[in-house]
């Protein structure tokens, strides 16, 4: 005569996960989220998108950013940030992601007094500045640019005369381009 014995589960952690099928058997994790497929759970995991950088130093434990980007220095990395330049305007609506959001505008060193502003669509003052930087062949065209921008904008009523006076300044008194 054989005699049979029953099964015996076992659940060291309590979370009603049988610790044969749990992935992480002695920290309760009912949910058995593994983040990254890694087999362990979460909940004992050290590193749950499995990047390579440890939970505790992540700034986005949850997915994957082995470079740890953070443009704006928030300490949420930009892959989790959802709005990476932190202009107010969130990254899918925001035509610049990666604003300068000084909040003075500055051209090579010269403080104009003026507020950077951000626009609507996540631009700044400064971004159209940098791209006058950009498009200009020489110092001349780079200061004619800057200087219609503060037209412009002394126009729309963003800046005053005086405002505007000391960003094209700024712009003239620059080494740039």
Same mark, same amino acid.
């Given at each position: 005569m054989?005699?049979?014995?029953p099964?015996?589960n076992?659940d060291?952690d #309590? ?9 992480c $058997?002695n920290?309760a994790n009912?949910?058995?989220? &593994?983040?990254?497929n &890694?087999?362990e759970?979460?909940? +004992?995991?050290?590193?749950d &998108?499995g ?5 505790a /130093? &992540?700034?986005? $434990?949850l997915v994957s950013?082995?470079?740890q980007a953070?443009f704006d ?6 892959? +989790?940030d959802?709005?990476d330049?932190?202009?107010?305007? /969130? ?6 992601d990666? /604003?300068?959001?000084? $909040?003075?505008?500055?051209?090579d060193g +010269? ?6 502003e951000?626009f609507s669509n996540g631009?700044?003052?400064?971004d159209l500045?940098? #791209? +006058?930087?950009a ?7 780079f200061v004619s640019c800057?200087n ?6 002394k126009?729309?009523g963003?800046?005053t005369?005086?405002q505007?006076?000391a960003i094209?300044n700024c712009a /003239?008194?620059s080494?740039?381009p």
């Amino acid at each position: 005569m054989s005699v049979e014995f029953p099964t015996v589960n076992t659940d060291a952690d #309590g979370d009603g996960i049988d610790d044969g099928d749990d992935n992480c $058997p002695n920290v309760a994790n009912a949910t058995q989220t &593994d983040t990254d497929n &890694d087999g362990e759970g979460d909940a +004992c995991d050290t590193d749950d &998108d499995g990047d390579g950088v440890a939970d505790a /130093s &992540d700034n986005c $434990p949850l997915v994957s950013n082995s470079g740890q980007a953070d443009f704006d220095g928030d300490g949420l990395g930009d892959v +989790c940030d959802s709005d990476d330049d932190n202009d107010g305007i /969130s990254d899918e609506n925001d035509n610049n992601d990666n /604003s300068v959001t000084d $909040p003075i505008v500055n051209i090579d060193g +010269c403080s104009s007094g003026v507020d950077n502003e951000v626009f609507s669509n996540g631009t700044t003052m400064m971004d159209l500045i940098n #791209g +006058c930087l950009a498009s200009a062949n020489n110092h001349g065209q780079f200061v004619s640019c800057v200087n219609q921008l503060a037209n412009q904008w002394k126009a729309a009523g963003l800046i005053t005369n005086q405002q505007k006076n000391a960003i094209g300044n700024c712009a /003239s008194s620059s080494n740039l381009p």
